[in-house]
């Protein structure tokens, strides 16, 4: 398999305007004889299809929740980055592009970064226009808050709602091209399989999550703006439908996927009470710039939080990273909290939780300031818990939050499939190794306002005159049957366990092999215990109801048949990176303090794992990567 | 943690035309700690344990912000808990040996889908109206360029918070959903990018909403069933636009 990133020529800054300056366009007349599939309505999808409708095309639009408002972007809490400067405290595009691939660990692609970075400043603009009510300064200016891994203040925010908020603006663009029919939508409609003819894309195959029924649509291009795939640890901050099938089915159709291994872990999430507990909610790490991070000094200590003295404490994260303190990046902060609860410091009743603390701040600005800085989201942990975050300090741990990896894109955004394309987090171009915050929000619009609908006319425009290939074309006609027969199938089984059942114990898999800490032995172990468990699954699969009105447990006997096959993937991936770097951490490459060590020499490149019709044996494929501006370096917090 | 026997009544209906009907259902050995959709998540792992079809319920983010969530639980929308949508609302605020009973929201708007999952697209049908800034990307000037004042932003951003879970209409007697669409209306109409289509919004907006849904009669409803807490006021500032509007639509004028 070829990987073409497409990196166009010239010096950094230049790259993107050139690019501009030299892709093919299609001449406003002509758009409307194009047709255009987009799956997924969050901020990539939804912000896609809304500038494609605007700009002519024939934009088909697909969901799988009731309405395009409630795609998973909609729980981003803390912000959103922009090179903006408005503080003037030294920000620049540079240096967002420059902390962005230090924070990815040096494993993402300069030229796509520093796009992302050129088009953080117009995000802000486009937003502000749709009436997103971002915070602002009594001045009527906006607003800025800090984040992890940065050293200025150039997150802007809406509340602890920012991700909400930038939906709706997306929702309210995206709703106009609806009502002026520009864009079709399909809702409570799933992808079921991507088709392929003649080595480019033609379409998708869905069904229909009210009737069953499967369908095909066809179309000049397909983009897939699907999201994630965390869920596959069962527990995780993702919503309980996110999936990786869209993604994934057009990997078994020959789009490669890229560096599956790098997950993150988000450190500032509620700590799991129970066992049933089937979602973890995240506390936006924006709380970490009033709160301070401790445990106590000794495992023995059983004492209530207030009880315990400073002198008992450890700051552990002001201590390891004096200069970055408790705004050290996530992949960071993570392990340190692994490393704490490990040694039996961990607080709450099952002892699976640190300190955040927020004690300090009240004192120093006074409760209502904190209240108008973080009030709901301190409800929201009140509601939770049942305890008071002004009173008490908040417990917090890792959980699963956002993954890196994702479906190759070459710089055009495109899979290498030709015609089909994949933005938002379901690719896996911008972030490198480990994601910075605020930095999800802006790498979803930044690819589906301005990136992608530049990029996609330069394939669009030879097209000009051809028609989709009809859905009664045989490839489409046999994808369909295909579906048909997979989801009868998961009824047919009449086996013992539940979906759920299986997608918790591939989650216990995930976690403790392929988690914040991953080992040769785990991973091997792991790599012989996921097909294992996939094979009783395809046995003893139990689906009750039937397949012609909604049924929750069929859908997702589909997904995570789908995981088991991704989880192979993730494991192989983190088998063969013989190196730490952001949020993939082998225990065997650590240094004496135990920080993730780089093997810049040996894997300096992306992986992208191509489909072999065996999930336990895809190809390897490398893209390497050169760094021309930011220098390769030991990335340091201290 | 204390351990909860409760007894489920709960809406089964297999689809939009059939007749439906309670379902009584034990539910032993819940932990309070849990949330009322985990709750759910286990009475459904046992239905399928027994062979049985599982609940349908509409659900997804748990953690307050998406709106996919609903139900009227022993007849309050979301549940017991002021200002807190149902995937956030724990067992500990039920006690052991309770009677509990789930419905979808009920709305001739809302058809039924099966179970407890309604349609709500109506929602969307307003918002496509109306619901937008005209906004073509590309275009936008430097955010700082039109000053907010803070109170206008956090007014707007107060109004913001809808999250469109329909609780609203499903608490209102009449089934209007003013206290939505004034939400989405006052959003857009306080602000200063918002006033260029301020009235054709607002009349845009209503009309549609009164193709669905029924006519406020302040009963306030809405706004203690709202998990977010949002206030009636809106209401009255999206009927005074809308009256403002009536007066104001020129392009009607010339054509009586």
């Known amino acids: 398999m070829e990987l073409n990133s497409k990196i166009p020529d010239g010096p950094i800054a230049e790259k993107w305007t050139n690019y501009k300056f030299d892709r093919k366009l299609v001449n406003p007349a002509n758009r409307r004889k194009y047709d255009i599939i987009v799956v997924g309505t969050g901020l990539a999808g939804g912000a896609a299809a809304a500038t494609l409708g605007e700009q002519g095309y024939n934009v088909k639009a697909f969901t799988f929740h009731d309405s395009p408002r409630r795609a998973h972007s909609i729980a981003a809490q803390g912000g959103i980055n922009a090179a903006k400067n408005y503080k003037g405290d030294g920000d620049s595009i540079y240096r967002l592009f420059y902390d962005t691939v230090k924070g990815g660990d040096f494993r993402a692609r300069e030229a796509n970064v520093y796009r992302l970075a050129e088009e953080s400043v117009n995000i802000i603009d486009q937003a502000t226009a749709q009436g997103v009510p971002f915070a602002r300064e009594y001045g009527g200016l906006l607003d800025n808050r800090s984040f992890g891994g940065a050293q200025v203040s150039r997150t802007f925010y809406a509340r602890g709602q920012t991700g909400q908020q930038l939906l709706l603006g997306v929702y309210s663009q995206l709703a106009r091209q609806i009502g002026l029919g520009n864009v079709a939508l399909y809702n409570r409609t799933e992808l079921i399989d991507v088709v392929v003819v003649d080595g480019e894309a033609a379409g998708i195959v869905v069904r229909d999550l009210l009737t069953g029924e499967v369908t095909s649509h066809s179309a000049h291009a397909v983009v897939l703006a699907t999201g994630g795939y965390s869920n596959v640890f069962f527990l995780s901050t993702n919503a309980m439908n996110c999936n990786v099938t869209a993604a994934w089915r057009a990997h078994r159709r020959g789009a490669a996927f890229a560096n599956p291994c790098y997950t993150q872990i988000h450190p500032t999430c509620i700590p799991q009470s129970d066992e049933f507990q089937s979602k973890l909610t995240l506390m936006s790490e924006s709380l970490r710039n009033d709160g301070r991070i401790w445990a106590p000094k000794s495992p023995d200590d059983n004492r209530p939080a207030d009880q315990i003295p400073e002198d008992d404490r450890d700051y552990y994260l002001e201590r390891r990273y004096p200069s970055f303190g408790n705004l050290a990046p996530r992949d960071v902060a993570s392990r340190a909290a692994l490393v704490e609860v490990s040694a039996g410091k961990g ?292 | 943690m204390t351990e909860l026997n409760l007894t489920l009544k709960v809406w089964r209906q297999a689809g939009p035309d059939a007749p439906g009907s309670f379902d009584t259902i034990e539910a032993k050995g819940i932990n309070d700690e849990m949330s009322f959709l985990e709750m759910l998540d286990i009475v459904n792992e046992r239905l399928i344990n027994d062979g049985k079809e599982a609940i349908v319920f509409d659900h997804d983010c748990r953690e307050g912000i998406c709106g996919t969530c609903s139900l009227m639980i022993n007849g309050q929308a979301h549940g017991p808990q002021k200002g807190t949508a149902t995937c956030q609302l724990h067992m500990r605020k039920f006690h052991d040996g309770q009677e509990i009973v789930i419905e979808p929201w009920r709305a001739t708007a809302f058809p039924i889908v099966k179970d407890l999952m309604v349609d709500r697209s109506a929602f969307d ?65 306080l602000l200063p990018q918002g006033q260029a289509e301020r009235y054709s919004r607002v009349e845009a907006m209503v009309d549609t909403m009164e193709e669905f849904f029924g006519s406020c009669t302040n009963h306030g409803e809405c706004q203690e069933a709202c998990p977010k807490e949002i206030s009636i006021d809106f209401i009255a500032l999206m009927n005074k636009d809308y009256l403002k509007s009536k007066f104001k639509n020129r392009r009607m004028l010339s054509r009586r």
């Open chain 1, 347 to 638: 607080v709450g009743p099952l002892k699976n939780g640190v300190y955040l603390d927020f004690s300090d701040a009240i004192n120093r600005l006074g409760e209502k300031v904190i209240e108008e800085r973080y009030g709901n989201l301190f409800e929201m942990y009140e509601r939770i818990t049942d305890e008071s975050p002004y009173k008490v300090p908040m417990r917090i741990y890792p959980a699963p939050h956002y993954t890196m990896g994702g479906l190759w894109v070459d710089y055009e955004l495109m899979t290498t499939v030709p015609g089909l394309y994949a933005t938002g987090e379901a690719n896996f171009s911008d972030h490198g190794a480990n994601r910075l915050g605020a930095s999800a929000l802006m790498q979803g619009l930044a690819d589906g306002y301005f990136v992608l609908p530049n990029t996609i006319s330069n394939y669009l425009a030879p097209k000009l005159g051809t028609t989709p290939i009809p859905t009664d074309h045989p490839e489409f006609q046999a994808a369909e049957a295909a579906a048909n027969e997979r989801f009868s199938g998961y009824l047919s089984i009449g086996g013992t366990r539940s979906p759920d059942h299986f997608h918790h114990e591939l989650g216990q898999i995930m976690l403790t092999q392929c988690g914040m800490e991953r080992t040769k032995e785990g991973l091997t172990q792991a790599l012989a215990d996921i097909p294992a468990l996939h094979a009783e699954f395809k046995k003893d699969l139990r689906v009750t109801g039937d397949g012609e009105s909604t049924n929750q447990t069929l859908e997702k006997a589909g997904r995570v048949d789908d995981f088991f096959e991704l989880a192979q993937a993730m494991c192989l991936d983190a088998l063969t990176r013989e190196e730490s770097c952001g949020g993939h951490f082998r225990a065997e490459h650590q240094t004496e303090e135990g920080e993730a060590q780089r093997d810049d020499e040996h894997f300096a490149h992306v992986a992208a794992w191509e489909w072999t019709g065996d999930p336990g044996k895809p190809i390897r494929n490398t893209e390497p990567l050169t760094f021309d501006n930011v220098h390769l370096a030991v990335r340091s917090y201290k």
């Open chain 2, 125 to 189: 049908r307003i918002v496509e109206s109306g619901g937008f800034i005209t906004a073509e990307t590309g275009g936008a000037s430097d955010a700082n360029l039109t000053p907010i004042p803070k109170p206008v932003a956090d007014a707007a951003m107060d109004a913001a918070a809808c999250i469109g879970c329909g609780a609203c209409v499903a608490a209102c007697p009449n089934s209007a959903a003013n206290l939505f669409t004034s939400a989405k209306v006052s959003h857009l109409n």
